[in-house]
């Protein structure tokens, strides 16, 4: 049976129409699947800039938690140094009170004899030498003088052996120093200070625990008691 034209022409349309609506599926497909991959796209990019906020932010954070800390670390260095500052002037106050009283023994004679003679005498005994020079201050020469009178025959009788004594005329102690005396071996190389000065120096190294604890309270952080 032969077709007619307009057999043929409907056909045409059909297939035209089939092909058409294959197209148009195909089109959804597509645009479906691209807005899936678009999505996913999204939400990775998405997900990898909050990431990198979120370490950026975290990053932050650590640098700001370290920055306090040492800010901390500073102001704690900063008030233990005001603290031992005022500690040690504290204490320098305390030696100097102390060395304008020592200055006051001078001034009685009668005390200040009596420290001479002991102060000669431990020289003495520390070198145990035959012949010992003796520098005082020039203000002192003859209250030295009978101290060392006094002390030789003590010398002899403790040490059983004879010792020449001189007063250096020359060479004095500052006269400004509170007292005391430096004795010296023959050859001036070997020397004992005896002065006041430095016998208030060893006793405040000798007392320098025993005065913090008196003024400052036992320290916590000591393990070990002298």
């Given amino acids: 049976m032969a077709l007619t034209d307009a057999d043929v022409q409907k056909q045409i349309k059909h297939m035209m129409a089939f092909i058409e609506q294959e197209a148009n599926e195909k089109v959804e497909e597509i645009d479906s699947k691209a807005e899936e991959e678009f999505n996913i796209e999204k939400g990775r990019l998405v997900q990898t800039q909050r990431l990198k906020?979120?370490?950026?932010?975290?990053?932050?954070?650590k640098q700001i938690d370290q920055h306090k800390k040492i800010q901390m670390s500073n102001l704690l260095n900063q008030a233990r140094l005001k603290v031992l500052t005022s500690r040690h002037d504290m204490i320098t106050d305390l030696l100097n009170d102390a060395r304008q009283r020592l200055a006051e023994i001078a001034k009685d004679p009668a005390a200040y004899s009596t420290l001479l003679e002991g102060l000669l005498l431990q020289g003495f005994y520390q070198l145990l030498e035959p012949?010992?020079?003796v520098r005082c201050r020039q203000q002192d020469v003859e209250m030295v003088q009978v101290a060392v009178n006094k002390n030789i025959m003590k010398y002899k009788e403790a040490v059983k052996s004879n010792i020449v004594v001189k007063i250096d005329r020359e060479r004095f102690l500052p006269s400004d120093i509170c007292g005391g005396v430096e004795v010296y071996n023959d050859n001036g190389k070997i020397k004992v200070s005896n002065t006041l000065e430095n016998r208030l120096e060893l006793m405040a190294q000798q007392m320098m625990p025993e005065i913090k604890v008196h003024l400052f309270g036992p320290n916590p952080n000591r393990k070990f008691m002298d």
């Fill in 131 to 133: 012949k010992v020079t």
């Fill in 53 to 61: 906020i979120m370490g950026y932010y975290e990053k932050k954070e």
